[in-house]
């Protein structure tokens, strides 16, 4: 079993989310208990992807999370770094043009995509600035990010249940249903380690992105954050 370390190098990351490729979409549906596909919907709201636009769906996995913005008609180029997950995605959508790349340098040219979107993959990348800063380089003048990410539950008394469940429910959970148990337990670590909701907004700004804002979901266990270039 692969489980990735909290400094993320990069083939323990990939070689993790190879292990769990194949029920990577259920496990996550079962351990957010069902929120996982309400989540999905905010994000296809937020990137308002439109007929003939670009956008870029970064560690996108077996690209579930593409799917609503080829529904809006929109050419999406689904990017992740496990080839296992790309391989899954392949089988389930032969259409569509799976892409692997590092979220650090990304195999795209300036300047490419009307919007560039990752949900719960932003956090898995080992230089979070560096991977901002190339989601900026690829975007066109005017087009958008947004990002769904794990967060940091706002009311303090919930925030408490929630990490309690993180650390001791979710591994248990995992084991029933994952093929990788070990690798929910990076996630659990990872969700915990990440910055809050104001930090990230701040690198955000850092690597260039105006007129950033978020919004919590589900009292901040997830936070979509937008900016645009």
Known sequence: ?????????????????????????????????????????????????????????????????????????????????????????KKRHPWMPFTAGDGTKLPFKDDTFDAVTISFGLRNIQDTDQALRELYRVTKPGGRVV??????????????????????????????????????????????AWPTQPELADRLQGAGWQKVAWRNLTGGIVALHRGTK
């Open 1 to 89: 079993m692969t489980r990735a370390s909290l400094d993320k190098q990069p083939h323990e990351v990939a070689s993790m989310f190879d292990d769990v490729a194949e029920k990577y979409d259920l496990t996550n549906d079962v351990l957010s208990l069902g929120q996982a596909r309400l989540w999905r919907k905010e994000v296809a709201k937020a990137v308002d992807a439109r007929p003939a636009q670009k956008i870029l769906d970064l560690a996108a996995g077996t690209a579930t999370s593409s799917q609503p913005f080829v529904q809006a008609g929109a050419y999406v180029v689904p990017c992740d770094f496990s080839l296992g997950m790309l391989r899954v995605g």
């Open 147 to 192: 990002i769904c990410e794990f967060s940091h539950p706002t009311f303090a008394p919930f925030r408490t249940v929630y990490t309690e469940y993180l650390m001791r429910a979710l591994p248990p959970v995992a084991r029933a249903v994952s093929s990788n148990p070990e690798a929910y337990v990076y996630l659990a670590e990872s969700i915990r």
